[in-house]
Structures are given as structure tokens and as C-alpha cells.
């Protein structure tokens, strides 16, 4: 089992940046992709971004290219997501993943262990 926490939500103004962390316990860290999706009410989980294991690699969204960026603390077992230039659209509940698989994973199926969520509100 893995266990995941996400912190670092809050309110923000359009414009700002924030960042998220997502820190694990339980099985070993770097065995895992780790992932960032998020949820607004009344919509369907989307993918965010991911990391791989080494922290080398990176996968995004097409969206949110250039504004979000996602990295990894293997010392730390901390995943971050940086988010800047935050627009009221990006308010959402936001969900740390990780996967097993080996690739970095867009699709929620891929994904086995998943935090509760913060909660991200952007103000225009």
C-alpha cells in the first residue's frame, strides 16, 4: 500500500502561482510514476501531469504546457506541482496519483493509490 497526502491547496488570484505537495509513505517511492490530475465540480477527473520515477521525465496535459510543472523529491518521497499563472478555470479539487505502469500515464485507470485531494480556488 501507499499512502498519499496532498497539501498546499487554497485560494489564489488569477495570475498567482501555487504550489502543491503530495507526500507518500508505506512501499518504496521510486518505484512508482507519480501523477497529478484534478476534478471541477460536476466534471471528470483529468490529467494534469506526471513524473517519472527518477524524476527525469515528464508528461502534461496539452492545456496546461508551460504553466504547470511537476518534479519529484525521491529523499523527500515528496511529489510537487507547480502551477503558475493560475486562471479561474484551473479551480478544481487536485488528487496525487501513483502508478506501477511503465510509462508516464494519462488515464485515471493506470493509476493505483491515490490522496484525498485539495482543493485549489482561483478569484479573478
Known sequence: QVQLVESG???AQ??????LSCAAS????????????RQAPGKEREF?????????GTSYADSLKG?????????K????????????????VYY???SSVYNLPGQVIY???WGQGTQVTVSS
Open 9 to 11: 491547496g487554497g485560494l
Open 96 to 98: 496525487c496519483a501513483a
Open 77 to 92: 518521497n515528496t511529489v510537487y506541482l507547480q502551477m503558475n499563472s493560475l486562471k479561474p478555470e484551473d479551480t478544481a
Open 111 to 113: 493509476y493505483d493509490y
Open 26 to 37: 508505506g512501499r518504496t517511492f521510486s518505484n512508482y510514476v507519480m501523477g497529478w490530475f
Open 48 to 56: 494534469v501531469g506526471a513524473v517519472s520515477r527518477s524524476g527525469g
Open 67 to 75: 504553466r504547470f510543472t511537476v518534479s519529484r523529491d525521491n529523499a
Open 14 to 19: 488569477a495570475g498567482g502561482s501555487l504550489r
